[in-house]
Structure formats: C-alpha cells, structure tokens
C-alpha cells in the first residue's frame, strides 16, 4: 500500500540522451546530487537534495527509435497500478507502457490522457516517491497543461476522483484539483495560440521550489537553459518557466515571496 493518497503527485523523472549533462545542469540550478546509476534497471539514476531523493534521471532504452525529446514525467500515487490502468482506458486514456513490477521499488505504468498529455502512475513498494517535497531543490507543484480543458478535466476527475474547482476570473480559465480537503493537488492552464506553437504537445508543468527565483534563472541561462516566461510574482509565489539545455520543460518557484490576494475559487 501506498503512504500517499490515490491520485496524489509521488515522483518524477526524465529520459535524457545526456544524462551527464542533465546531472551537471539540474545541479547547477536545483543544488542536486547524484546517487549511482542501477544498471539493473536501464541506468536509472537518483537525485537528491540535501541527502533526500526529489527526483530521477534515466538514458534512453536501448533499441529506442530516433532521439527521444527529453520530457519531466509526473507519477501520481495509485494502491494499486493495475486497476488505475483499467481507470485510464475506460476513461479514454491510453496505456503508452502497461502496468510492470520494478524490483522491489513498486510498480509503474505511464498512460496518456485523451488530449495528449503524459503522465506516469506509481504504487509504492520499497520506493515510496518524494523524500523531500516543497522544500528548496524538491516538487511543489504540477499543472497540466492543454488545448482540450473540458476533456482533460473530466479524464483525471474520472481516473483519481478528484474534486475541482475554478479560479473566478472571466479571462483565465483555471482550474485546481483536490482530493476533498482543503489542500490542492493539481492546477489545469489552457494553452493558447498566442503562447504555445502548434508543435508543443500537451504536456505537465512542473514546479521545483527554489529560495529565489530571479537567481535561479540566472543559473538555468548560465549552464545552457533558456528562460520562456518570466520570472513573474503570484499570490503563489514569484515563478518562470525554463527550458534545460536538452529541451525539457520545467518551472522553478519561490513560494515564499507572494505578491497580491489568493484567487477565489468557484
């Protein structure tokens, strides 16, 4: 059984032709450090922060074709993977990689909603997800982002029985998943035509937490990275959006400096 709740963000990882790289840049900007590659499991290898694990870098199968493009994946916690699988086809998802035992760590499938967003599920074993969350240098938010809000929305109410609501603004549509408490699990943006090229797949955003923003940045350009939105300040914190030097998406996000009144919610 998992410690988290059903449907609640557990960890993340990314697939990267340069795993060399991709450890010299997310320690550069994120402060990361690097345990051993299992070569068991495909050179999976963890990051930590602080001596906790916040994330995992991975190189390409082999045998895959063409280059793969470097992407964040999100997992949400599941009690048990194989019947979110079943939640996921019946909901309109598809299974990219079918519910599979990894050692003793847990268990994992990676699915796609109905408009094209990837997303990964995990049932604890010895592998229980974040050690450290919120914290500098670790996840503290995820927001899906999609073209098709309408049919997202109801895929991921559907599969995790989240409760959603709205942002009250006539110009945003914004939505925020919960799992019936007051604590929100998951944000909802729509892409625009103005802010996101046809050839950019739905995708989910996440956050990592940094002490500040603007020197965060600065480290992200220094090591390769290009900055594609900000940094801008939120009731939520002051945040941008950056692309690492392999061209996974990513936020960083200083939770601690806030700017203006929390949104109502509908």
Known sequence: MTSRPEGTPAWTDAMFTDVEGAKSFYGD???WTFGEASSEFGNYTQAYRDGKAVAAVVPPMPGQ???PQSAWCLYFASPDVAATAEKIKSAG?????????VGEFGSMCIAQDPTGVVFGVWQAGTHEGFEREGE???????????????KADAFFTQVFGYNSKKIKDEH????????????PVLGRMVMTPDDFPAEIPSYIQIYFAVDNCDKAVERAEAA???????PMDSPFGRFAAILDPQGAAFAVIDVKTTVGEMPEMV
């Open 224 to 230: 390769g990275g290009r900055k594609v939105f900000g």
């Open 136 to 150: 500098t240098g670790s996840y503290v938010w995820a927001e899906v982002f999609t073209r098709e809000p309408k």
């Open 29 to 31: 900007v994120l402060g």
């Open 172 to 183: 945003m549509d914004y939505r925020v998943f919960d799992l019936g408490g007051d604590a």
């Open 65 to 67: 074709d063409g280059e």
């Open 93 to 101: 998802g598809t299974l990219l990689m079918e519910p599979m035992q």
